[in-house]
């Protein structure tokens, strides 16, 4: 398998997770076909959280790494590209905005609401996640910086951080639009958080929204 093809399209990991949420989508819009208060929305919400799981489960095994070199190859092999990634925060915003829909609308099926709570929570975690993977690729890309590698994040008491290290630089910035204990010393990843941080703010009015909603009963 070219492993080049994430500069090209995207890594094999993505294009199978791109397989995985049609497949299921369509399988479920098969299954349901006729039945009462049916949406097709509904239909890739299903697929979206059923895929997003499967993605997130399969990192595991990689995020349990933490030797420098290896962290590096599999940054190059997994990271999204720039078009990618800018495809990934499109994407989510539409299925915040769709699962908000689905229970502002009303009429959907049963399970509606915990569809819902459960794609925004899957949603969160999967573009933060993706947000890490690619942090960790700018830093272990080719410089000169830390160990022959381009570096980019001051991290207090490590000179070679792992992907949890990249997971609570993304999921704090994701959280709160800031940094908290780590410095940012280069232009690329200070342009992509900035990025990251209006995409967590249209997914938090999203988040907002939907919280109002609850609330208000409907």
């Given at each position: 398998m070219d492993l080049n093809l994430g500069?090209?399209?995207?890594?094999?990991?993505?294009?199978?997770?791109?397989?995985?949420?049609?497949?299921?989508?369509?399988?479920?819009?098969?299954?349901?076909?006729?039945?009462?208060?049916?949406?097709?929305l509904a239909h890739f919400l299903i697929g979206f959280d059923v895929a997003t799981f499967l993605f997130l489960a399969s990192l595991m095994p990689m995020l349990r790494t933490h030797d420098a070199k290896r962290i590096a190859e599999h940054a190059a092999r997994n990271d999204a590209n720039r078009a990618v990634l800018l495809g990934i925060t499109v994407a989510i915003s539409i299925v915040v905005l769709g699962a908000v829909t689905l229970v502002v609308a009303g009429g959907g099926p049963d399970y509606?609401?915990?569809?819902?709570?459960?794609?925004?929570?899957?949603?969160?975690?999967?573009?933060?996640?993706?947000?890490?993977?690619?942090?960790?690729?700018?830093?272990?890309?080719?410089?000169?910086?830390?160990?022959g590698y381009a570096g980019g994040l001051d991290i207090p008491s490590t000179r070679e951080p792992d992907y949890f290290d990249f997971l609570h630089f993304s999921l704090i910035l994701g959280m709160t639009f800031q940094t908290a204990d780590i410095d940012i010393t280069c232009p690329a990843i200070?342009?992509?958080?900035?990025?990251?941080?209006?995409?967590?703010?249209?997914?938090?009015?999203?988040?907002?929204?939907f919280s109002i909603n609850m609330i208000a009963g409907k």
């Open positions: 500069n090209r399209i995207a890594p094999p990991r993505f294009l199978a997770y791109a397989i995985a949420l049609i497949a299921v989508a369509v399988w479920v819009a098969m299954h349901t076909r006729g039945a009462a208060h049916d949406l097709p509606s609401k915990p569809l819902v709570i459960a794609t925004l929570a899957l949603a969160w975690l999967f573009a933060n996640t993706v947000y890490a993977l690619h942090y960790a690729h700018i830093y272990y890309s080719t410089g000169e910086s830390r160990g200070r342009r992509v958080s900035t990025g990251q941080c209006l995409a967590a703010f249209v997914f938090n009015i999203g988040i907002l929204s």
